[in-house]
Structure formats: C-alpha cells, structure tokens
C-alpha cells in the first residue's frame, strides 16, 4: 500500500460544477497538508496548505482534512475551464518542505 | 512565473551517458530542493541544499549528485543513465531551510533511449 493514495482520474465536469478531489494516506501521524496544482508543463504551486484536521477556505477553494478517517479533500466550486489541471496532494509529519509526501495525483479536466 | 528557472527544457540522451540540470532559485531564497516526478512514483524529493551545504537526503540514488554554488544556483548530475531515470526533475526553492512554502520551477525533462 502506497503511503499517500488519490485516484488518477482524469476527471471531467461540466464548467460550473462543484468538483472534489480526495486523498487517503496510511501514517496517522500526518499533520500538515497541502494541495498543490500543476498545469501541463509547469511545475506544480502551491494551493493550500493546512494544519491538523478541519476545513479551510480559499475563494473558490476548500481544503478538508479528516484525521480520523485518513482522509483529504479538495472541494472547487463554479469550476472553470482555467481549473484543468493535475491536482496533488502532500502530507507530511511535520512542516518542512522536504519532508512532504506526495500523491501521484489527479487530472481534472473542466469542459466549457 | 515562480522565479524559478531550470535549463534545459528537455533533455534526450542514451544509457550509461551523464547529464547535467541547472537551476536558478527566486531572487532572496537560500534554499535548493531537487524532485523527480514519474508516472509510477509521484513527486519524489531527492536532496536539499541551504546556502551552499546539502540540507537533506531524500531518495536520491548513489548515480546522481548536487550542488549549490556561491550564488546559490544549483546542479543535479544524474550518471549511468538507465531507462528508468526518464522523468520530469524539478527544481525548488525556499527562503529558508524548514520552509513548507516551496516555489517549484517549469522543470527538465529528461528521456533516456
């Protein structure tokens, strides 16, 4: 079983749609998450970034975690065209860059 | 635009051959990490340099070395290149050592035939 699991689409919806990304990891003792997006050719950025379970919002974007179940969310509301891009999560025990696990990540594709 | 940069854009050379990336970091920012990124494997972080000294060691094989010179731009050479070495390697940088906000470059990537 991989550390940090997402599921690699791709996913498509319809511009406007209500999209979630989600992520399941393995070490329960994770406690600093991030979202990163990556458009095709570019390096991934930096999306959100949260500590310990809850929800944070962002415009148009909520992180959730669920420490108790394993389990990350990404919610992107009135998806746009300009969203298409690979979505990745990373986790990490404590707040250093380079200890961050990744997800393979998720493609989402938003069709106008 | 990260600030970023890395050079070259893409890179096609043969097995058992050595290659050399480079990468410039933001204006201000101290810290170098280094990533590959396969289908397979995800984002995989190799190795992290503050300031001229190696900072952290990730899975960085024994083929393939760094380093950051004086004006902190830095080097990844991958030798004995295998099939297995193709992948997008990216480069990274941070204003300091223990920083989560990295600030990632376009990246190289790298096809060994």
């Known amino acids: 079983q991989k550390e940090v699991e997402q599921d690699p689409g791709p996913l498509s919806v319809p511009e406007g749609a209500i999209v979630s990304l989600n992520c399941t990891y393995s070490?329960?003792?994770?406690?600093?998450f991030m979202w990163y997006r990556q458009y095709s050719r570019k390096g991934p950025e930096l999306l959100m970034y949260?500590?310990?379970?809850g929800n944070k919002e962002d415009g148009r974007f909520t992180a959730q975690v669920d420490k108790s179940s394993k389990y990350i969310s990404l919610f992107i509301r009135d998806s746009q065209p300009s969203d298409s891009a690979t979505y990745l999560c990373?986790?990490?025990?404590?707040?250093?860059?380079?200890?961050?696990?990744f997800g393979p990540g998720t493609r989402l594709s938003v069709l106008p | 635009d990260s600030g970023v940069t890395q050079t070259p854009k893409h890179l096609i050379t043969a097995t058992g051959q050595r290659v050399t990336l480079r990468c410039s970091p933001r204006?201000?920012?101290?810290?170098v990490y280094w990533y590959q990124q396969s289908l397979d494997q995800g984002l995989q972080f190799l190795i992290q340099?503050?300031?001229?000294?190696?900072?952290a060691k990730g899975n960085i094989l024994e083929r393939f070395s760094a380093q950051q010179f004086p004006d902190l731009h830095s080097e990844l050479n991958l030798s004995s290149l295998e099939l297995g070495d193709s992948a997008l390697y990216f480069c990274?940088?941070?204003?300091?050592?223990?920083?989560?906000?990295?600030?990632f470059g376009p990246g190289t990537r790298l096809t060994v035939t």
């Open positions: 990373a986790m990490s025990l404590d707040n250093y860059g380079q200890n961050f696990v």
């Open positions: 949260t500590y310990s379970s």
């Open positions: 204006s201000g920012d101290l810290s």
């Open positions: 340099y503050y300031n001229g000294e190696e900072r």
């Open positions: 990274a940088s941070s204003v300091n050592a223990a920083s989560y906000e990295q600030y």
């Open positions: 070490n329960s003792a994770f406690q600093y």
